[in-house]
């Protein structure tokens, strides 16, 4: 069980890690105006609506040839497309409720785009970061289809492929499974019922402009 916590929370940060760089970065450059602007805008909305089950072979055929089957790196990969849309849409309304100011003084005293950034735009968004942070967590941690379809041995399997090899068609052991259900569970909702606040806040952020 501790290889597949262990395993669970590496592939988390992984999601986690990929998902908060590309989110940011895009949803910075959605701050100012370029051409297909809104065209990427309608792509990343459109990407919430589309189940994730409908990329199952297109994710297959391509962790299989990037020869990341049965590993780590792969299935957080994968979690980290499943969750982008998302993440891009909190962040990217994060962004928008920032005073425009700031980051205009910051250009007026020199700063580059890359400055401007992350020593300024970055630490002001920690509260929509968080958010991001805390559901792809929480979605990683009990997703089970992709962790059942990218994985094969126990050196990459998370938490929930091995609640799942308790329960098998010709023998059930039900103490353990339970028991496994538990210890994957109570993570979530420790992070949960703490963090609720910072949940509510970064997704109600950008529902209400001035």
Known sequence: ????????????????????????????????????RKTLSVMFYVGLFIPANAFMVPYYIMITKAGL??????LGMVYAAINLPFSIMIIRGFLETLPKQVMESGRIDGATTNQLLWKIV????????????????????NELFFANLLTQSAKSQTIT??????????EANYGYAFAAMMISILPTIIVYVFLTNKIIGGMTAGAVKE
């Open 1 to 36: 069980m501790l290889r597949y916590l262990f395993n669970t929370c590496l592939v988390a940060v992984i999601a986690v890690v990929l998902d908060v760089f590309v989110s940011m970065l895009t949803g910075y450059a959605m701050l100012h105006r370029f051409r297909f």
């Open 161 to 170: 492929v091995a609640i799942k090899s308790f329960l098998s068609a010709f």
């Open 122 to 141: 970055f630490p002001m968004s920690k509260p929509g970061i968080v958010t991001v942070c805390i559901f792809i967590i929480i979605n990683s941690w």
């Open 69 to 74: 089957y049965d590993k780590i790196a792969g």
